[in-house]
């Protein structure tokens, strides 16, 4: 970008705003004065308020464990969608993405890693672990696990009994950030990292469950 001299801008005969931004529009440019007036006085959002029972959510992912495997689709998730969002992208809101997730006994949900940060909080079951980086994070009912971003994940269930948690990902939220890498690891399960090495961090908080 250079910078003239005053002297050298040609200011065409009778101009006017209306012209300014057509000009400007031939260059990639826009003036900031019309965003302005388009702002309204009110903060606005298609997201609504609504409630998702858990007697339908639970139908729905019983149903889904005896027609979809992990095989088929990676992961087993029952999504929240909003219903005031237009395209129903299988959102919960324009930042949140929330779903429930099951994993039957003897299956094994492939490691992979995303710049989705995720939480798992544990609703239903016992026999499960998810496993970041290597390690280990045996899943209980009441208990709530972060994945870092980035990190090798996958979802083991050597019990005897399907685990249920509720997902929550910042999806949209990075989506619109167009910073969305997603990554398949190749070997079937996470590679174990000895704590020397290990540089992540990962959480496990031990909640009691609720009656």
Not at 69 to 84: A, K, Q
Not at 158 to 168: C, F, K, Q, R, Y
Not at 176 to 202: E, H
Request: proline share 8%; glycine share 6%; charged share 25%.
């Amino acid at each position: 970008m250079s910078s003239d001299s005053k002297e050298d801008i040609r200011i065409p005969a009778n101009d006017s705003l209306e012209r300014l931004d057509q000009d400007m529009a031939k260059k990639s440019l826009d003036g900031f004065w019309r965003v302005r007036l388009n702002v309204p006085p009110e903060p606005t959002t298609n997201v609504k308020p609504f409630l998702w029972k858990w007697e339908d959510c639970y139908e729905s992912l019983v149903r889904a464990g005896k027609l979809v495997s992990p095989e088929d689709c990676d992961r087993r998730v029952v999504r929240l969608v909003n219903p005031g969002i237009e395209d129903r992208r299988g959102i919960t809101t324009h930042t949140l993405q929330l779903g429930l997730q099951s994993v039957h006994p003897g299956e094994h949900a492939a490691s992979h890693r995303h710049m989705v940060v995720a939480l798992r909080f544990v609703v239903k079951g016992a026999g499960a672990f998810t496993t970041i980086e290597g390690q280990k994070c045996v899943m209980a009912e009441g208990d709530l696990i972060l994945n870092p971003r980035f990190c090798w994940h996958d979802h083991t269930n050597h019990g005897s009994e399907p685990v249920v948690w509720l997902d929550g990902l910042d999806t949209p939220l990075i989506a619109s950030l167009q910073q969305k890498p997603f990554k398949y690891l190749p070997s079937p399960c996470n590679p174990s990292i000895s704590r020397a090495t290990r540089s992540v961090c990962y959480s496990v908080w031990r909640v009691p469950p609720f009656r």
